[in-house]
């Protein structure tokens, strides 16, 4: 399984971006698809989680701005809006596939106040 996280860049705050997660490879099936985040000096943070049968759930920080979802292509999204500096962080996503956890290279995002 291959991810390729995308959709990063500068914004201002106040702003919105949405990032994609696009998932590749054959013979699988996603359980649940997560976002993190990581900051310059902070630890990771698990920021949404999608979980394909069931719910999302949202860090405290990101609840009501931020919005996970995911099409039937395997490929998951997270719509950020009125973002803040204290977003500015590589954001990354993982796919867990039964016992497997898969990650994908992360993209930048810099909200600038």
């Known amino acids: 399984v291959q991810l390729q996280a995308s959709g990063g860049g500068l914004v201002q705050a106040g702003g919105s971006l949405r990032l994609s997660c696009a998932a590749s490879?054959?013979?699988?099936?996603?359980?649940?698809m997560h976002w993190y985040r990581q900051a310059p000096g902070k630890e990771r943070e698990l920021v949404a989680t999608?979980?394909?049968?069931?719910?999302v759930n949202y860090a405290d920080s990101v609840k009501g701005r931020f919005t996970i979802s995911r099409d039937n292509a395997k490929n998951t999204y997270l719509q950020m809006n009125k973002m803040e500096p204290d977003d500015t962080a590589v954001y990354y996503c993982?796919?867990?596939?039964?016992?497997?956890?898969?990650w994908g290279h992360g993209t930048q995002v810099t909200v600038s106040s």
């Open positions: 993982e796919a867990l596939s039964g016992t497997s956890l898969f």
């Open positions: 490879g054959s013979g699988f099936s996603i359980d649940s």
């Open positions: 999608i979980v394909y049968n069931g719910g």
